[in-house]
C-alpha cells in the first residue's frame, strides 16, 4: 500500500505540475496575442496617475499662493500684486474679498460690478448691499427676510402702510427678526 500511495501521490504532483505549464503556455499565448493591448493599457494608467499626481501639486500650489495673496491683502489692501495673484489664483476668493471691501468702502461702482458675477452668493449680497446703499426696493434669495424689512422701511417712509404691512407679513414668526416686524407693524398702524 506505501508503494500505491507514493504512486497516486506522485502521479497527483505530475498532473499538478503539467497544469501549471499548460496555464503558463495559455497566459504566454495571452500575452502575446494581446501585448500591443496590455502594454498600451499599462502605459495609460501609468500616465493617469502621473497626471492626477502633478495636478494635485499645481492645485496645491495654487492654494497657497492663494492664501498667500489673500493674507497679504489683509495686511495691506493696496497692494496691487498681491490682488493680482489673488485674482488669477482664486477667482472666488478674490471676489469674495472685493465684496467684503466694495461693502466696507461703500464703493457702488464695486457692488454694482460684483453683482453681475457668476457666484451666486456674492451677487446676490452685491444686488442687496447696493440697493441698501441706494436706499431702493431689495430683492435678496439670501437675505429675503432682511430684505422684506427694508423694502416695509422704504415704503413707510414713503407713506405706503398698506405695501409696507405686506412685506411685513412676509416674515415668518419662527423667524429672529419677527419682533423687528412686529414692531414695524405696529408702527403702520400708527402711520394710517
Not at 498532473?15 to 493591448?37: G, H, P, Q, T
Not at 494608467?45 to 499645481?58: F, M, N, R
Not at 492645485?59 to 485674482?87: C, G, I, R, W, Y
Amino acid at each position: 500500500m506505501n508503494i500505491k500511495e507514493g504512486i497516486n501521490e506522485a502521479s497527483r504532483e505530475l498532473r499538478s505540475d503539467e497544469e501549471m505549464l499548460i496555464n503558463a503556455f495559455k497566459l504566454e499565448k495571452f500575452f502575446k496575442k494581446n501585448k500591443k493591448i496590455l502594454i498600451s493599457l499599462g502605459v495609460i494608467i501609468t500616465v493617469a496617475i502621473i497626471a492626477k499626481l502633478a495636478y494635485g501639486v499645481w492645485s496645491e500650489h495654487k492654494l497657497e499662493v492663494a492664501n498667500e495673496a489673500f493674507l497679504t491683502l489683509q495686511k495691506s489692501p493696496k497692494d496691487k500684486n498681491a490682488m493680482e495673484q489673488l485674482a488669477s489664483s482664486n477667482p472666488k476668493l478674490y471676489e469674495l474679498y472685493s465684496y467684503k471691501k466694495a461693502v466696507d468702502e461703500n464703493d457702488k461702482a464695486k457692488l454694482k460690478e460684483l453683482s453681475a458675477s457668476e457666484n451666486i452668493m456674492v451677487a446676490d449680497m452685491s444686488k442687496y448691499h447696493l440697493a441698501l446703499l441706494e436706499n431702493t426696493q431689495t430683492s435678496s434669495q439670501l437675505n429675503k427676510e432682511f430684505s422684506a424689512i427694508n423694502n416695509a422701511v422704504s415704503a413707510i417712509k414713503a407713506h405706503k402702510m398698506q405695501e409696507a404691512k405686506s412685506q411685513l407679513n412676509t416674515i415668518a414668526e419662527d423667524s429672529p427678526i419677527y419682533s423687528v416686524a412686529s414692531m414695524l407693524k405696529h408702527y403702520t398702524i400708527k402711520g394710517q
